[in-house]
């Protein structure tokens, strides 16, 4: 199975199955020199980690990252090496059991049958490779990137919409998102959207939601024209991730309703001298390079596709069944989509300032 890495000079490689021994990543290409120790992993992996709120799956997972290579201390602390970083985080509570009545069937909104058309071969305990327990590689990953990126960058994500229930723009606030088991961008929505998906949950159902991301603090410049544009990589790389269905970068799709006037980005000059944007349609990037202004997307993740309600499917020879999911599971796998999604941004983000700086100093 190929492309499992992501990035160019800064370089993630995932590995590892849901009901596997363990999981864990490989970045290749971080600078030496950077403190970085197993401490500097955990919050963000606490905040992706199962079993946090009746909200999402109950599987027990401490998701405990240990360091492997990459790092040494010569006295002055653990430093990155500039040697591939090896981060290993293993599995604690699977129960394979659950999935044996899918062993030969396809479970439908599922990758089985595309998996097994393609290789032959499948393992079909939690989805094997195509599980969304992949994704915790990636926030470890991602945690290196942050420190790569330094403070200056702020990565920032949370839930907007909730299946039909949308934030105004006006009301969403990112400082409260890790506040909630929701990561709902807003305060005020929380008893109304836990009602909401307190009702999905218990009818064993489940329902998609959108993760506005926003980043401030990138400068102008990072990315490339055309074949290595930054918004076009961080396109693919967000619909990379588990359940993903769409992404948005700016205005997005609602761009298509506006005229050129509403569209285009005015600019005056600031009092340093640099251009000030009137607004920020283009989400921080002209031209496949970013403004300086905040690269705003958003990204829609569909309903979890394991849910309790029989569907109509077949299985691998040939049997028409109908197949009930059983197992735990998100009702909406968004909601631990969001520091997901902040931590592929990082690696993006990573990568394109170290391409930036390699070209232009």
Known sequence: MSHNTFGHLFRVTTWGE???????????????????????????????????????????????????????????????????ISILIENEDQRSKDYGEIARAFRPGHADYAYQAKYGVRDYRGGGRSSARETASRVAAGAVARKVLGEAVRIRAGVTQLGPHRLDQAAIDFDVVYDNALFAASADSVPAWEAYLDGVRKAGSSVGAIVALEIDGVPAGWGAPLYGKLDAELGAALMSINAVKGVEIGAGFEAAALTGEENADEMRMGDDGRPVFLSNKAGGVLGGISTGQPITARVAFKPTSSILTPRRSVDRDGNEVDLRTKGRHDPCVALRGVPVVEATAACVLADAFLRHRAQVG
């Open 18 to 84: 849901s009901h596997g021994p363990a999981i864990g990543c490989v970045v290749d290409g971080c600078p030496p020199g950077i403190p970085l120790t197993e401490a500097d992993l955990q919050p963000w992996l606490d905040r992706r980690k199962p079993g946090g709120s009746r909200f999402v799956t109950q599987r027990k997972e401490s998701d405990t990252a240990r360091i492997l290579s990459g790092v040494f201390d010569d006295g002055d602390g653990p430093v990155t090496t500039g040697a591939p």
